[in-house]
Nanobody, 123 residues
């Protein structure tokens, strides 16, 4: 098993930046593809960004492409999500998740989830 803990959320003005981190314990994170998802109040959880086990492949939702960057450090067992040019519509709880079956945009592909970190973007 792997345990995931997100950090780095907070309140930021529109146009600002935040860097989210996902720290893993238990099994090494390099065994898993990792995704970031978010869920706003009253909405379904949606895919934001994903990265393959090696970090060689990254993919993004259209809504964040060009603004967000996902990266991983398999030595430090962490994955980051750099979020720039934030918009009020980015406000949500952000979750990282690990998948043993490869990368994808569907939440059910992911075996392990963190508890989430709140990101609030004010206008």
């Amino acid at each position: 098993q792997v345990q995931l803990v997100e950090s780095g959320g907070g309140l930021v003005q529109a146009g600002g930046s935040l860097r989210l981190s996902c720290a893993a314990s238990g099994r090494t994170l390099s065994s898993y593809a990792v995704g970031w998802f978010r869920q706003a109040p009253g909405k379904e959880r949606e895919f934001v960004a994903g990265i393959s086990r090696s970090g060689g492949v990254t993919y993004y939702a259209d809504s964040v492409k060009g603004r967000f960057t996902i990266s991983r450090d398999n030595v430090k067992n962490t994955v980051h999500l750099q979020m720039n040019s934030l918009k009020p519509e980015d406000t949500a709880v952000y979750y990282c998740a690990a998948s043993s079956s490869g990368y994808g945009i569907i939440p059910t592909m992911y075996n392990y989830w963190g508890q989430g970190t709140q990101v609030t973007v004010s206008s």
